[in-house]
């Protein structure tokens, strides 16, 4: 496994994501129901464990106290992997979920895309910043999610965060409402993808990858090979597996990442000695 450091935290660059955990499957409500019944808190604490043993240090997770309480339990239990957490709108002001990534031990703490689709529709984009520093005065990495590559693109301009979630589609409106819809139709467009990755590159933060395999729809070999491939020598990739489809996915998906990387890296040494 590579690692990255953001800010004074070091990430693995295979970042473990949880969307699944909570039942947000980004599909119908059916699987969203599915995901809820297969991931008990047992099964969630097995899953970090092994995310362990292949060398992930890193888990983003919501800051809501379903994931704080399975986050009790695993480190009371020697679990190692750090928390960034990701503030919930639904709960609250981000301030108020930013507090509780704080007190639930979290290394860092960015703004659901969600949230800045939003406020960059309602052209109140520049509000972030007071969570941001909020996040900060307490010590922890700060960043922001998005969906919409605007969000980053004002950002460059207007914010000083310490690092970027960049999500590589923009599957739904987020103009008048900040929170997921479950159920709700979704767009998973090629040129969201595209204009996203040609926009990391231009990006002074580092940027975390996330929805690289669009919820699923996307094969594995093909995503992971995108993902690396658009991934700067800063970047990781946030991915979140589902048990209950595929026992061993995890592991899988660790492992198509870890030799498209590796492979990536030596055909940059190659390149530079030529």
């Not at 007071?130 to 005065?137: G, L, Q, S, T, Y």
């Not at 590159?201 to 919820?215: D, E, M, Q, V």
Request: aromatic letters at 8%; a negative charge; one cysteine or more.
């Amino acid at each position: 496994m590579q690692y990255v450091d953001i800010g004074s935290v070091r990430v693995s660059r295979f970042i473990l994501g949880s969307n699944q955990f909570s039942g947000f499957s980004h599909m119908d409500v059916k699987t969203d129901q599915a995901m809820r019944h297969y991931y008990t808190v047992a099964r969630i604490k097995d899953t970090l464990r092994r995310a362990e043993a292949l060398g992930v240090s890193t888990l983003i997770a919501r800051a809501d106290h379903h994931v704080m309480r399975m986050l009790m339990e695993y480190w009371d239990e020697g679990g190692k992997i750090d928390w960034m957490a990701q503030t919930c709108p639904e709960l609250g002001t981000t301030q108020v979920a930013a507090d509780k990534a704080i007190s639930g031990g979290a290394v860092g703490c960015h703004v659901h895309g969600g949230v800045t689709d939003f406020l960059l529709a309602q052209g109140r984009l520049e509000e972030v910043q007071a969570d941001i520093d909020h996040i900060r005065k307490a010590g922890l990495m700060a960043g922001i999610a998005g969906h919409n590559a605007g969000v980053f693109e004002f950002a460059e301009k207007h914010l000083d965060v310490d690092y970027y979630m960049c999500c590589y589609y923009n599957p739904s409106d987020r103009s008048r409402k900040a929170d997921h819809v479950h159920g709700a139709k979704e767009t998973f467009a090629e040129e969201d993808r595209q204009r996203m990755i040609r926009l990391i590159g231009t990006l002074s933060r580092p940027a975390i990858h996330y929805k690289i395999l669009a919820a699923g729809r996307n094969d594995p070999q093909d995503a992971f090979r995108v993902a690396t491939g658009a991934m700067r020598s800063s970047d990781a990739v946030c991915v979140g597996v589902y048990g209950g489809q595929m026992p061993d996915m995890l592991e899988q998906d660790v492992a198509i990442f870890n030799r498209l990387l590796v492979h990536k890296s030596d055909g940059e040494a190659v390149a530079a000695k030529g």
